[in-house]
Nanobody
Framework: QVQLVESGGGLVQAGGSLRLSCAAS????????MGWFRQAPGKEREFVAV????????YYADSVKGRFTISRDNAKNTVYLQMNSLKPEDTAVYYC????????????????????WGQGTQVTVSS
């Protein structure tokens, strides 16, 4: 079992930066790819970024590519999302996700493929 706790959200002006953290409990953290998703009011949860178990592979949604960076520190059981050049349309609750099975890795963009979720952290970008 893995428990995930996000932190680092807040209110920021457009063009600003935030760094989200996701602390995981459980000794199996390093076995899983980890992802970030977000959900804006009235919208479905959408994929933001994913990182492989070793940190060697990363993929991003087109909407955040070049602005967001996902990373992980397996020694600290933590995954990060560095968000730069934030836009008002980035406003959402951001969720950390884990438990993507290796044989389903090609479906990394689907929320249903992840077994573990954090409680979410609010990110609000003002114009």
């Amino acid at each position: 079992q893995v428990q995930l706790v996000e932190s680092g959200g807040g209110l920021v002006q457009a063009g600003g930066s935030l760094r989200l953290s996701c602390a995981a409990s459980g000794r199996t953290f390093s076995r899983y790819a980890m992802g970030w998703f977000r959900q804006a009011p009235g919208k479905e949860r959408e994929f933001v970024a994913v990182i492989g178990w070793s940190g060697g592979s990363t993929y991003y949604a087109d909407s955040v590519k070049g602005r967001f960076t996902i990373s992980r520190d397996n020694a600290k059981n933590t995954v990060y999302l560095q968000m730069n050049s934030l836009k008002p349309e980035d406003t959402a609750v951001y969720y950390c996700a884990g438990g993507l099975k290796s044989y389903r890795a090609s479906y990394y963009y689907l929320a249903g493929e992840y077994d573990y979720w954090g409680q979410g952290t609010q990110v609000t970008v003002s114009s």
